[in-house]
């Protein structure tokens, strides 16, 4: 009898973009032909010319790598229905999920995390679910460990009814959301969820105001007496242990929090990821590892099934490293007043750059397999076997196992049963308390001395964007990845709600990225050295320059101020029919930008806004992260990873929505160059008007236009100059942006007497 024809798990789907490329092309000409004509008036023009010839090279290259980024997008469309026809035992599952602070992360939004995961459509028995709280907090602990009995009822609730978002918050409180079902029997068991939830609500929302539950003497709370978070031992906590490996049970969860000492470096995020790592590696060892960060829930219940379609179903489950869910946001303000939620960029860069080497890594709802992250190469071997005198016939030896991953016997077991292929623990013990001490030996902070972890192995350190490194490590030993877009999407996650917040998550990436490209570990090395692909090195080059386009961007937004304070040009006249190359640019540009906006449905709001924030985040953020780089490489200061503000859930009756749309400002010195470029443009406002007046006729009309469009773009600045408390900008700000911007006037006005 002939066998039957197994169905592909995915497809790999080339997107048709002839339109795009052809306006991707014409703007990629029109900047060379301005850089042309900049070349020829050098001599004419002077230094206006000779800045601007720097800064549209610069356009001009980013353009270049935007170009061969989106040039082959494709999308991936997964089967996960013909999963179980495919494959005999579905692979165990270890669910990582870390938070570092309990006032910026508050409980509840880890919470919400953590049940949608462990509701998740998969057998229990396959899961485990571990939560780092690198703030070693109390209140983390007892609101995980209140969850865990509404987990009891919360996750057969869901399973019985097939409810598509598992996330409570969002299951009762989102208003697109509504129950599935109205039979009595549904609704019945509807509302008792939600009062039982309201009531798990005010118990962490209660020891959160008061920090500190009446029940604070109990036994499971004593670790947390007295505790520093920068200094304490290992906390370890068994919260859920399925014993009885029940299918239909409710996964494992585990409490970590690794020890802290203030000799010792904790690498931030990527200290905690290694950690977890091995912890999991001494308790279930799976072979396939989901990360997500506290606010980022499980939107889609299939969504392992999704990513293992992906892993399972390539070429000898051996072509893509890890699975990335590209980033959605939940409670998004409408047109996204703030640019951060990247929905463009994501959707058109992202599936460009899955038609390259595939997805970058962005630090959270991605799968990996573990066995990538122990370093070993697609064909099986290792990193570092070439030059490692601990290889014997193709596998460490014990004395190589014990240099490479650490000291731990029982964690370099389970290490060894992964690099050969096996997964979870040769003893298999149902009692996961019987591996309490090396899991607590693995998180100790003394455990990587002398070994590989963060240079050859685990997730990388040097960086405070350790995804994006972790990931290009991977890429440059020869994997590939996969972007996983089901629908509804796999995982949402909250987004920063304010300016403040927005500009301080961008300039944490920008110095990031950043000090990645001047590492020993940037793309050119990677490419030369590793297996990274050409044009997947550029696409690196990309987003890892994104800091460094705050300088050609900042002289270009000063450029227009200074000519017409100094009456000189930087653009054509109006008489010159060279002056069509920049406007038909400046046109070409927007359209294209606003029409790729228009195709995926968002509005013309949601384009101006993006527009608006990419030259105010260009201009503080990134130009902030620019200067922390070089205080680093200076050697005058390291750089700290600052953990972005959640907000809470929005529940019925509060009011969360009431002027969200609106610029909040702080006294924060990155607001400056902000204020600083307002106050310059107003005084060649104020310039310009004034030669009209007196009648001079040489009106720099591409200067002027150009002065407006900053002008507007920082219009929210402008209204903050006049208006008080937090939606005002600090009298301390107004005050040094109006000295930097009257010393740069008096100087342009010297420059032009001269």
């Known amino acids: 009898m002939a066998k039957p024809i197994s169905l592909p798990l995915y497809e790999k789907l080339p997107l048709k973009n002839t339109v795009q490329r052809i306006l991707d092309t014409t703007i990629f000409f029109l ?9 020829l008036c050098l001599h004419s023009n002077g230094f206006t010319c000779l800045l601007a010839l720097f800064c549209e090279s610069w356009f001009t290259i980013v353009w270049a790598l935007i170009l061969s980024s989106k040039w082959n997008p494709v999308e991936y469309r997964t089967y996960p229905e013909r999963l179980l026809h495919r494959v005999d035992e579905l692979p165990p599952v270890d669910m990582f999920v870390t938070t570092a602070d309990p006032i910026l992360e508050p409980p509840i939004i880890t919470v919400n995390t953590v049940l949608s995961l462990l509701a998740v459509d998969y057998p229990a028995n396959k899961l485990a679910c571990y939560v780092s709280d690198d703030g070693g907090s109390f209140l983390t602990f007892y609101a995980l460990l209140e969850a865990s009995k509404f987990a009891k009822l919360w996750v057969p609730f869901c399973k019985k009814y097939g409810i598509q978002n598992r996330t409570p918050i969002r299951c009762f409180y989102d208003e697109e959301e509504s129950p599935i079902d109205d039979s009595v029997e549904f609704l019945g068991e509807y509302t008792k969820m939600k009062d039982e939830y309201e009531v798990l609500r005010r118990k962490i929302e209660d020891a959160t105001e008061k920090f500190v539950p009446l029940d604070v003497g109990a036994e499971e709370f004593v670790a947390f007496s007295n505790i520093d978070r920068r200094n304490h031992p290992t906390i370890f906590k068994v919260i859920l242990e399925n014993k009885e490996g029940l299918v239909d049970g409710l996964p494992h969860l585990i409490y970590i929090s690794r020890e802290k000492r203030p000799n010792y470096p904790h690498h931030y995020k990527a200290g905690a990821m290694n950690v977890l790592t091995r912890v999991s590696g001494t308790m279930t060892n799976a072979p396939l590892i989901l990360n997500v960060d506290c606010d980022m829930y499980a939107n889609n219940s299939q969504v392992v099934f999704h990513a293992l379609c992906l892993l399972l179903g390539s070429k000898n489950e051996q072509e893509f490293a890890f699975v990335q869910a590209p980033q959605s946001f939940y409670d998004g303000i409408k047109d996204d007043p703030f640019g951060n939620q990247l929905v463009a960029l994501i959707k058109y860069m992202g599936e460009g750059i899955s038609g390259l080497q595939g997805s970058f890594y962005s ?58 292929g096996l997964s979870g623990k040769a003893d298999c013990p149902h009692d996961l308390s019987s591996s309490a001490e090396a ?37 440059a030993r020869g994997w590939r990845s996969a972007l996983c877009k089901p629908d509804p999407p796999a995982f949402l996650g909250c987004a920063p709600s304010d300016v403040p917040s927005t500009l301080i998550q961008q300039k944490r990436w920008a110095t990031g990225l950043l000090e990645i490209l001047f590492s020993k570990s940037n793309p050119f090395m990677a490419h030369l050295t590793g297996n990274l692909q050409f044009r997947q090195c550029l696409a690196y080059i990309w987003i890892l320059s994104w ?15 200074y000519c017409i304070i100094t009456n000189s040009h930087f653009l054509p006249k109006v008489d010159e029919s060279t002056l069509l190359i920049p406007a038909a ?24 806004n993006s527009q608006r924030m990419g030259r105010i985040i260009s201009t503080t953020a990134w130009f902030f992260g620019v200067l922390n780089v070089i205080m680093k490489l200076l050697g005058l200061s390291e750089t700290v990873f600052e953990v972005t503000q959640k907000d809470q859930p929005s529940t019925p009756g509060e009011d969360n929505n009431k002027d969200a749309a609106q610029f909040t400002f702080n006294e924060s010195p990155i607001l400056v160059p902000a204020t600083t470029l307002l106050f310059v443009h107003l005084a060649a406002m104020v310039k310009a008007l004034s030669d009209l007046n007196h009648g001079i006729h040489e009106l720099r009309v591409g200067e002027v236009i150009c002065n407006v469009w900053m002008l507007l773009c920082f219009l929210p600045f402008l209204k903050g100059l006049f208006r008080k408390g937090k939606y005002g900008i600090p009298s301390s700000t107004i005050c040094i942006s109006a000295a930097l911007a009257a010393v740069f006037v008096h100087l342009c006005k010297r420059v032009s007497i001269a």
């Open 31 to 39: 900047l060379l032909s301005l850089l042309a004509y900049r070349i």
């Open 363 to 420: 630090g959270t709802g991605c799968f990996h397999r573990r066995k990538v992250l122990y370093g070993l190469c697609p064909d099986g071997c290792m990193e570092t076997e070439g030059r490692n005198p601990n290889w014997i016939g193709g596998k460490l030896t014990d004395e190589g196992l014990l240099k490479s991953f650490g000291h731990s016997k029982e964690f370099t077991k389970t290490a060894e049963r992964i690099l050969t």
């Open 439 to 475: 899991a607590n030996q693995v998180a100790d902070c003394s455990y990587e001395c002398g070994t590989i972890w963060g240079t050859k192995i685990g997730w990388m350190y040097g960086s405070t964007a350790e995804d994006i490194l972790t990931g290009l490590s991977i890429h």
């Open 547 to 561: 800091g460094l386009r705050s300088i050609p961007e900042l002289c270009y937004a000063v450029l227009p101020a």
């Open 585 to 608: 640019l400046f046109s070409i540009y927007n359209l294209h930008s606003l029409l790729e906006h228009h195709k995926i449905g968002l509005s013309f709001r949601t384009w101006w």
